[in-house]
């Protein structure tokens, strides 16, 4: 059998708060194991997983400037 994790263990495995796992867990984004109704809950590591490939993002390329210097866009100075 999978080792359970407690709200506190995985919240802290995470690096979040309990009351954001809740919150992720009443939205649906983790799955968790639930034995008796208002029970304690429980957490997979395959389901810490899952959480942390959907709230994994790729980074966006930055644009490379032409010039490292600012243009002026108004030119009444001169």
């Known amino acids: 059998m999978e080792k359970l994790f407690t709200r506190k263990e995985a919240a802290e495995l995470l690096g979040i708060s ?3 796992l809740d919150a992720a867990r009443n939205s649906g984004l983790i799955a968790y ?10 957490f997979t590591s395959a389901s810490l997983q899952e ?5 994994t993002h790729r980074a966006k390329p930055v644009e490379k400037k ?13």
């Open 33 to 42: 194991v639930q034995y008796v109704p208002n029970g304690c809950v429980f």
């Open 18 to 20: 309990i009351t954001t």
């Open 66 to 78: 032409t010039t490292y210097r600012n243009v002026r866009k108004d030119n009444s100075h001169i």
């Open 51 to 55: 959480y942390v490939a959907k709230c």
